[in-house]
């Protein structure tokens, strides 16, 4: 059986307890596609999902990276489809989840990752600009990329406009072009919500990390290594936590930064699946019975197609 079931959504929208419900219910293991819980010590601040959370199904794709080092799409692509194979061959079903839309696009429409090596003249160049200026340069260059990109990290934004520059049909291509045939059967079903659940949903998220120490854990991975720089680059909490820590910025002021900024976040997150028509939106809570139903119910008619 050559089936693969995504399950995408922004972020805080209840991806992880509804695919751990259906792949219970369907005999799934699931694999990540979220570009920060690769990596290694990155718990409370990406919102890992706990063992106990897992409720003893397999997840795989957590904890495979070094922080200290960049871990590519191409990566991530290789070992998602090596796990996907795995899977399969157990008679089981892999359940993708996650919210980078990247590394969903990279398995499912089988995008070639160009291999594009440093540049470091382009790069000390590059480094002098602000990062408003480097946005602005990749909008030009890709659009599309800069839809779904941390407008604010820079180290991020270089990349981007270095791969862009070194290829004529900059990635990811756009959809509906470009693509592979892909080697799945496929489902996409998408969590939405509006504006405002999403914004109390990240509000008592933020709140409930905060609990859980994630500031402790932001010290904890400075004090083994991790330049502030570096942390600063993972963006989202890690960048506003390690500013706090530096006193940078105020408690108050980091909170009120996480919160808008994944706002903000959850924006991209959309405008980037949107563009696929292939996405099965669910718009009830997947905490409802109703959302839950509806998603168990387009499994059940995927998997019974031949």
């Not at 106990?52 to 904890?63: A, C, F, I, N, S």
């Not at 919210?99 to 470091?120: A, C, L, M």
């Not at 949903?201 to 991790?226: D, N």
Request: no cysteine; hydrophobic share 35%.
């Amino acid at each position: 059986m050559n089936k693969l079931i995504v399950i995408l959504g922004p972020t805080a929208s209840g991806k992880s307890d509804l695919v751990v419900k259906l792949a219970k219910k369907f005999g799934g293991e699931i694999i990540s596609a979220d570009s920060r819980q690769v990596y290694k010590g990155l718990n409370i601040g990406s919102g890992k999902i706990t063992k106990k959370e897992m409720q003893g199904v397999p997840h795989y794709l957590l904890d495979v990276a070094n922080p200290k080092r960049r871990f590519t799409v191409a990566q991530y692509q290789k070992l998602a489809f090596k796990k996907i194979k795995e899977i399969q061959r157990r008679g089981n079903i892999p359940f993708l989840v996650g919210g980078t839309g990247f590394y969903i696009q990279s398995i499912v429409d089988r995008i070639v990752i160009p291999e594009v090596k440093p540049n470091w003249k382009l790069r000390k160049n590059l480094a002098q600009k602000t990062t408003d200026e480097l946005f602005l340069m990749l909008k030009k260059l890709d659009s599309d990329r800069a839809k779904n990109i941390d407008a604010k990290n820079p180290r991020r934004l270089i990349r981007a406009i270095e791969i862009a520059l070194s290829l004529r049909d900059p990635t990811p291509p756009k959809l509906g072009r470009g693509r592979i045939p892909s080697r799945f059967n496929f489902l996409q079903i998408g969590i939405k919500k509006s504006p405002e659940e999403l914004k109390k949903a990240i509000h008592k998220r933020l709140q409930k990390r905060l609990k859980q120490e994630m500031v402790e854990e932001v010290k904890s991975l400075h004090s083994k290594g991790l330049p502030w720089k570096r942390l600063e680059e993972l963006g989202l909490e890690y960048r506003f936590v390690a500013q706090y820590i530096q006193n940078k910025i105020s408690y108050q002021q980091m909170q009120d930064k996480i919160q808008k900024e994944s706002e903000h976040f959850a924006k991209k997150q959309m405008t980037w699946f949107k563009r696929d028509k292939r996405i099965y939106w669910i718009s009830a809570s997947t905490s409802s019975s109703a959302g839950q139903k509806e998603a168990g119910y387009r499994v059940e008619s995927f998997l019974n197609k031949h």
